[in-house]
């Protein structure tokens, strides 16, 4: 069982930083990943950023320039760097661990486990 717990979140004028912090507990035999899902009001819960087991990064495109996923092993802890916050990045932010589904036939890897989210609010 893995346990997440994330801290950083807060309240920023428009332009400013913030990073926000995920302390993963527990091992999790096929983990796939960890990432970065945000959920803003009245939208759908969407992946911002992941660090995949086979090294690549996904990002969504608004943020590719400006949000930065850093891990360190020794703590395992997961990093979220934002740059030039925009009102637009309001949201819900949630740490998540991802597993290979076994049951699937391509082996595939989803999310399985979630921290309790942070919120993250930006202001002009």
């Known amino acids: 069982q893995v346990h997440l717990v994330e801290s950083g979140g807060g309240s920023v004028q428009a332009g400013g930083s913030l990073q926000l912090s995920c302390i993963r507990s527990?091992?999790?035999?096929?983990?796939?990943?960890m990432g970065w899902y945000r959920q803003a009001p009245g939208k759908e819960r969407e992946l911002v950023m992941a660090?995949?087991?086979?090294?690549?990064?996904r990002a969504i495109d608004s943020v590719k320039d400006r949000f930065t996923l850093s891990q360190d092993r020794a703590t395992d802890t997961l990093y979220l760097r934002m740059n030039s916050l925009k009102t637009e990045d309001t949201a819900v932010y949630y740490c998540?661990?991802?597993?290979?589904?076994?049951?699937?036939?391509?082996?595939?890897?989803?999310?399985?486990?979630w921290g309790q989210g942070t919120q993250v609010t930006v202001s002009s």
């Open positions: 998540a661990a991802m597993s290979v589904n076994l049951t699937t036939r391509a082996y595939a890897c989803e999310t399985r486990y």
């Open positions: 660090k995949l087991g086979d090294g690549s990064t």
């Open positions: 527990g091992v999790d035999p096929l983990n796939c990943g």
